[in-house]
């Protein structure tokens, strides 16, 4: 519902003047506008995003403000080795001077348990994640703490690359059918486990109600 609504001033949803941990989660999704000047120097690809199965990575590219600020922007998908380690795309680059950028609020990204793990200093050519807490740490203008998955710009990309990433909503259905698998697994626990314990109990009590059969010895003794 969020992302269908008109764009909105990103000020009026993400306030610049705070961290990423304090972003109201309730404004993800939310269609803003942004306007600005791409700073390509700053550019970065977000590794391990695929596309139709397709290996690739995100550029996130922050669009600098007439007031300084920067607001981070993933401007679309690229087809990307990921042993690469220089991000170079010139069919990818952005259009040059004023534009103005319409998409969705995104917050920032954490590493869970598991996942890789980006150098905490020196500038990175490509992050694991939209981190942007430590891509604020290679850039000289201030960062706003919540980022941008463009669907628009004005004036437009001049090629197809980066091409547009559509962020899929949450099906509700698809859940319900998770949960019932999950529930059947748990039924079958619940009814096999004990079985296999009764049968094996059953095949025990079997094994000692059967005497030991120790051979005969005949006696030995001379032949005749």
């Known amino acids: 519902a969020l992302a269908a609504q008109a764009p909105v001033p990103y000020d009026e949803v993400v306030d610049p003047a705070t961290s990423p941990e304090e972003v109201d989660p309730d404004v993800e999704f939310t269609r803003v506008v942004v306007t600005g000047r791409y700073d390509t120097d700053a550019e970065v690809a977000i590794l391990n995003r695929s596309n139709g199965g397709a290996p690739g990575a995100w550029v996130l590219t922050p669009l600098v403000r007439s007031d300084g600020t920067a607001v981070p922007v993933v401007r679309g998908w690229i087809p990307y080795d990921p042993a ?4 170079d795309f010139p069919e990818a680059a952005p259009p040059e001077g004023e534009v103005t950028v319409s998409g969705l609020v995104q917050l920032s990204q954490q590493r869970g348990s598991l996942g890789p793990i980006d150098a ?3 500038t990175l050519q490509a992050l694991a994640r939209v981190d942007l807490e430590r891509y604020a740490a290679q850039l000289d203008a201030p960062l ?3 980022w941008v998955m463009l669907d628009a710009q004005d004036p437009p990309q001049a090629g197809d690359v980066p091409s547009t990433v559509v962020l899929q909503a949450g099906d509700s259905g698809q859940n319900f059918g998770y949960m019932v ?6 039924l079958i626990g619940l009814v096999g486990y004990p079985l296999i314990i009764r ?6 009590a079997r094994g000692e109600q059967v005497p030991d059969q120790v051979p005969s010895e005949e006696p030995v003794g001379p032949v005749g």
């Open 84 to 87: 690469g380690t220089q991000v």
């Open 120 to 122: 905490p200093d020196g």
């Open 144 to 146: 706003a703490p919540a």
């Open 181 to 186: 698998q999950w529930w059947i697994f748990a």
């Open 199 to 204: 049968r094996v109990a059953r095949n025990r």
